[in-house]
């Protein structure tokens, strides 16, 4: 098989390449940096360097392709709120580009977007990018030969940007762990059950669905008062919620032609 992994330089692009090591993959990233490193580690990964806001670029990285991972993105919701338009651009204007360029390739089979909980009761121009991400995944299912789905998760611990990063670094430099209200939960999961996640939406993925992996939140505040005394609150941050939601009530068995479950462990809606 051959996969295309679109953002493949981040987190859970490294982790995939982990474990789909002996396949023919190809990584589309618009980080030089990234890149690099991962030459390296990996030379038999094909590296394209571009953005999927070029189409005639995504266009011509999936040609010949079976499997799409669509794990490019604006991540970081407090600047999704201040540069809306670099965020829509990408997670929005980027996935166009993606379905329309799986759809003209006709030997794509499955492409799978990468989601998030902000989606559900979305607040923030995060939240909503993705949730416009879903929806076009779900159309463009309907309008295909090839299987679209996505996948929505939590927080994966570690990545770049995640709190516990945040927390390392402040603790090295002996400085107090902040957190933006001590009643603030978050769920969490690790780079490994994440790409478990993105392996049983492509094995169990019939078209249109959201896989989600059923989650424990975590309080915030809790959390940092293990790793440290000195703990600060510094108060919300634009678009933040206080609680998040890994499925809306509004969201259901009606949005797909079949409900799947695992042991309890996974929903798709």
């Known amino acids: 098989m051959k996969y295309l992994i679109t953002g493949g330089t981040g987190s859970l692009g490294k982790g995939l390449l982990e474990r789909l090591k002996g396949e023919d993959i190809t990584v589309l990233s618009r980080s030089e940096k990234g890149q690099i490193p991962l030459k390296a580690e990996h030379p038999e990964v094909k590296f394209i360097l571009g953005d999927v806001r070029d189409y005639h670029l995504v266009r011509d990285a999936v040609r010949g ?4 991972i669509h794990a490019a993105g604006f991540k970081f919701l407090d600047l999704a709120e201040t540069q809306t338009r670099e965020c829509a651009l990408t997670n929005v204007v980027g996935s166009i580009n993606v379905v329309d360029a799986v759809r003209d390739e006709k030997t794509v089979q499955k492409c799978l977007g990468i989601s998030t909980d902000k989606v559900a009761y979305a607040r923030n121009a995060y939240g909503a990018s993705k949730h416009i991400m879903e929806k076009l995944f779900r159309e463009a299912n309907g309008n295909s ?3 679209f789905a996505c996948v929505r998760y939590g927080n994966v611990l570690g990545t770049t940007g995640s709190v516990h990063t945040i927390w390392e670094r402040q603790l090295a430099a002996g400085k107090p762990l902040t957190v933006t209200d001590d009643k603030m939960r978050r769920f969490f999961f690790t780079l490994d ?5 993105v392996l ?3 094995e169990h993925m019939k078209g249109g669905e959201v896989f989600c992996k059923k989650m424990q939140s975590y309080n915030l505040y809790e959390m940092a008062k293990e790793l440290s005394d000195n703990v600060e ?8 919620k206080m609680f998040e939601t890994l ?3 509004y969201e259901g068995e009606e949005f797909t032609s079949e409900f799947y479950t695992d042991s309890g462990e996974v929903v798709a809606i």
């Open 233 to 240: 609150v510094i108060g919300m941050r634009p678009g933040e």
């Open 145 to 147: 030969d090839t299987i």
């Open 247 to 249: 499925i809306a009530d």
């Open 200 to 202: 049983y939406g492509l």
């Open 65 to 68: 392709m079976d499997i799409v």
């Open 193 to 197: 059950e994440a790409v478990d996640l």
